[in-house]
């Protein structure tokens, strides 16, 4: 796993994995089941990433919309790849709804809806939420 992958809280966040990608908990959650999708590999460039990795990349977005339907029922979806801070190649993946949404005993409103995401709003999780959001969620990739 490569540091982007450790900076998101793996394997604490860790709720999917494929055989070139991780899904992981997004540790601040600007929306509820906020997300990180982050390829395996060292590559610092989307481009760069092997032709397998980007075939996969349709099974995992795909498993990624059902669950995110089905546990949080979001209108639209937003898969955000910044790679500002953290090199490697991964995606913010948001959920984007009108008003709020709660599961595992948290609440998170879409500050940003219907405009671009507010980032700044993120409820920032403890361990606990973490460990509840990820368990919360797990079942609806199975």
């Known amino acids: 796993m490569n540091e982007t992958i450790a900076k998101f809280g793996h394997p604490a966040t860790l709720i999917a994995e494929y055989d070139h990608w991780v899904v992981l908990l997004r540790p601040a959650q600007p929306t509820l089941g906020a997300l990180v999708l982050a390829a395996k590999s060292d590559v610092t460039a989307f481009g760069d990433l092997p032709a397998e990795a980007h075939a996969e990349l349709k099974i995992a977005t795909a498993a990624i ?9 979001y209108a639209k979806i937003n898969y955000l790849m910044l790679m ?5 190649v991964h995606f913010h993946v948001l959920p984007r709804y009108d008003g709020e ?9 879409d500050a940003g809806w219907p405009g671009q995401p507010d980032l700044a709003q993120a409820v920032k999780l403890d361990a606990a939420q973490v460990a509840a959001l990820t368990g919360w969620l ?5």
Do not use: C, I, S, W
């Open 101 to 109: 949404r709660t599961g595992a005993g948290l609440t998170v409103a």
């Open 138 to 142: 797990k079942p609806y990739f199975a």
């Open 65 to 73: 919309e059902a669950a995110l339907t089905a546990a949080v029922g």
């Open 84 to 88: 500002m801070v953290d090199p490697h």
